[in-house]
């Protein structure tokens, strides 16, 4: 799978700096976008929906965490890498509000730069692992009930129905109801 990055940094060199680095050590990643600023970082976002973002912290117009506030409530799944010149904790605790799981300090050296970014990578790949086996046990689930369904109706014109409370057999045709089901 090819993970589609987007870069925003206000200051140009740094984005064509990352988007060198990124390009040599990095062959699953597509960078797809720069942002000059947090405005055009929703508006590529929105356009292109990268996976994961490299996020400045301070930029004109529209900083970093509003930008990343903006994404997130479009792009729930996109991934955020904020990267500041700014080592304040306040800074990295409203990151963290916002749900950015990791935060770069500039001047980064490119092989902490490289293992941030493996990471979120990493972390895409087990949630879109998670997401494929849930679609096959739901996928499975829903074969098993409609045989299950089958077979009931093959009992009801055959005469073959045990004693069975009706409130059972709701569990079994409205499964969305129910809190819990296997």
Request: proline share 3%.
């Amino acid at each position: 799978m090819t993970i589609r990055l987007l870069i925003a940094d206000d200051e140009w060199i740094e984005r064509q700096a990352m988007i060198k680095l990124i390009t040599e050590e990095l062959n699953q990643i597509e960078i797809i976008g720069e942002a000059a600023n947090g405005r055009q970082a929703i508006e590529q976002a929105r356009k292109l929906e990268p996976h994961i973002v490299m996020m400045d912290i301070k930029m004109p117009g529209v900083d970093g965490l509003e930008a990343v506030r903006q994404i997130r409530a479009e792009l729930p799944k996109t991934k955020f890498i904020m990267v500041s010149a700014y080592n304040t904790f306040d800074y990295a605790k409203q990151a963290m509000r916002e749900g950015v799981k990791e935060y770069l300090l500039k001047p980064s050296q490119n092989i902490e730069i490289i293992e941030t970014i493996e990471r979120v990578i990493k972390e895409i790949e087990e949630e879109n692992k998670r997401e494929s086996e849930r679609e096959i046990l739901r996928d499975s689930y829903n074969r098993a009930l409609s045989f299950v369904q089958s077979e009931w109706v093959s009992a009801l014109l055959l005469d073959h129905i045990q004693d069975v409370d009706g409130e059972d057999w709701e569990t079994v045709f409205n499964p969305q109801d129910q809190k819990v089901y296997a």
